[in-house]
C-alpha cells in the first residue's frame, strides 16, 4: 500500500466539518489538514485539534484505515465519553451545510 500525505495546520477562512465528529469548524478557528494519496485515490481531511488529537489515540490498529470517531465501535466505553465530551463543546451544523450521517 503506498502513498503520500501532507499535513497543515491552516486557519479556516470559511467554515468545514469535522471529518472526526462531524460538527463545524468556525471561520479563524486552527485546524488540522491531512491531504494525499492512498491506494491511488486521492483525499482530503479537516479536523479539529483536539479530535484529530483523540482519534489518533484511539486508533485500534495503526495499520488498518483510519476510522474516524464518529464511526467507532461504541461498544468502547473510552471512544464513547471521549466522542461525547468533545461534540458537546461543539457547535451545531448551520443549516447550509450538509451533513452525512
Given at each position: 500500500?503506498?502513498?503520500?500525505?501532507?499535513?497543515?495546520?491552516?486557519?479556516?477562512?470559511?467554515?468545514?466539518?469535522?471529518?472526526e465528529?462531524?460538527?463545524v469548524?468556525?471561520?479563524?478557528?486552527?485546524?488540522?489538514?491531512?491531504?494525499?494519496?492512498?491506494?491511488?485515490?486521492?483525499?482530503?481531511?479537516?479536523?479539529?485539534?483536539?479530535?484529530?488529537?483523540?482519534?489518533q489515540?484511539?486508533?485500534?490498529?495503526?495499520?488498518?484505515?483510519?476510522?474516524?470517531?464518529?464511526?467507532?465501535?461504541?461498544?468502547?466505553?473510552?471512544?464513547?465519553?471521549?466522542?461525547?465530551?468533545?461534540?458537546?463543546?461543539?457547535?451545531?451544523?448551520?443549516?447550509?451545510?450538509?451533513v452525512?450521517?
Amino acid at each position: 500500500m503506498s502513498g503520500f500525505n501532507s499535513q497543515s495546520t491552516p486557519k479556516a477562512k470559511r467554515i468545514h466539518q469535522c471529518d472526526e465528529c462531524l460538527r463545524v469548524i468556525e471561520v479563524g478557528e486552527t485546524y488540522i489538514r491531512n491531504s494525499g494519496m492512498w491506494d491511488g485515490d486521492f483525499y482530503s481531511v479537516a479536523a479539529h485539534l483536539d479530535c484529530y488529537e483523540a482519534s489518533q489515540k484511539l486508533q485500534y490498529d495503526p495499520s488498518d484505515e483510519w476510522v474516524p470517531l464518529h464511526d467507532m465501535r461504541w461498544e468502547h466505553e473510552d471512544v464513547k465519553a471521549i466522542y461525547e465530551k468533545l461534540v458537546a463543546n461543539k457547535r451545531e451544523f448551520p443549516k447550509k451545510m450538509k451533513v452525512s450521517k
